[in-house]
């Protein structure tokens, strides 16, 4: 068995994740990977054997806006890894377009919540082995921008939307996950787990791949350097690796400075981050995905 971190990183071929591996693969972290996509699993692979030839990087495959392939996949690591140090929770979709899962799910709440928060829960008994792990939430500061919370209604709302009106469902998957993270933290504490989730900040990535216009307007971002990914993969990778970080939990980190943040309201609040988590606990226990 390795002896280096093991380090799950979801949606890891890719934007943030990519780069997040990239730098982990350079400190000889073993990488465990989620990814959808065949051909780009070798293309990630090839690319992290170039810059780290000694680094050991496995791919699990599955869609993360299905729960059934969450389970799955967490399972998979579970039976293979019975202890792991690091998850990284980063795969995230910004959709401009309502779409429901063959489970029923809206795509987005499936991919940016309901995934992690389940993925998290599969891989917790491997986590508390490692005795000091880490648990890394991509969360967004467009958690601001969240509209009107309704629980548990907002769970499993399906109405269409336009492209205007998908900032604010982006934005309130991004909170649940921020409200996620602090009760998760209050809920192992003592066990050597920590939880963090962080704002990456405005990063051209493939987040807005949907928009038509998405090419031209990553081009000229470039060009103005606008956007620079580098800088949400690092604030990423700090909160993985720098002491700093140890023993801290239930926080919220702002990309650049690596200075906590407030959330907004009501990210902060004690009893809806608790009926957030009963509500997806139920629902996701009602659907058959926990026990």
């Known amino acids: 068995m390795t002896t280096h971190p093991i380090v799950v990183i ?16 350079k400190r000889g972290t073993h990488l465990l990977l989620t990814t959808r996509s065949r051909k780009k699993a070798e293309t990630t692979k090839k690319m992290l054997g170039n810059i780290a030839p000694k680094t050991e990087v496995e791919f699990y495959f599955g869609d993360l806006s299905l729960m059934e392939d969450v389970r799955r996949i967490g399972n998979e690591i579970k039976t293979s890894y019975p202890k792991i140090d690091v998850l990284v929770n980063n795969a995230g979709l910004h959709a401009f377009e309502q779409r429901i ?4 799910f809206a795509e987005m709440i499936a991919v940016n919540y309901l995934a ?54 982006y ?23 920590t939880v963090n989730a962080l704002n990456p900040g405005f990063n051209v990535t493939g ?23 580098r ?28 200075n906590s943040i407030v959330p907004v309201h009501p990210g902060g609040d004690i009893n809806m981050q608790n009926k957030l988590w009963n509500d997806t606990s139920e629902l996701l226990q009602r659907r058959g995905f926990i026990g």
Do not use: C
């Open 171 to 193: 934005g309130k998957t991004k909170l649940f996950d921020i409200m996620f993270t602090a009760e998760l933290a209050r809920q192992l504490t003592g066990t050597g787990v």
């Open 231 to 258: 800088k949400g993969a690092d604030i990423i990778t700090r909160l993985v690796v720098e002491p700093q970080y140890q023993g801290v939990t239930g926080g919220y980190f702002n990309v650049g400075t690596g």
């Open 207 to 229: 987040l807005g791949r949907e928009l038509w216009f998405a090419s031209m307007l990553e081009r000229i971002l470039n060009f103005l350097r606008i956007g620079d990914p």
């Open 10 to 25: 979801t949606g890891a071929t890719s934007g943030l994740g990519q780069l997040v591996a990239i730098e982990l693969a």
């Open 101 to 104: 899962t063959s489970e029923g």
């Open 116 to 169: 992690p928060w389940l993925l998290s829960h599969t891989l917790q008994q491997p986590l508390m082995k490692s005795g000091n792990a880490r648990i890394v939430n991509v969360a967004s500061e467009a958690s601001r921008n969240h509209g009107k919370l309704k629980l548990p209604e907002d769970l499993i709302n399906t109405s269409t939307f336009t492209s205007r009106g998908s900032s604010a469902i």
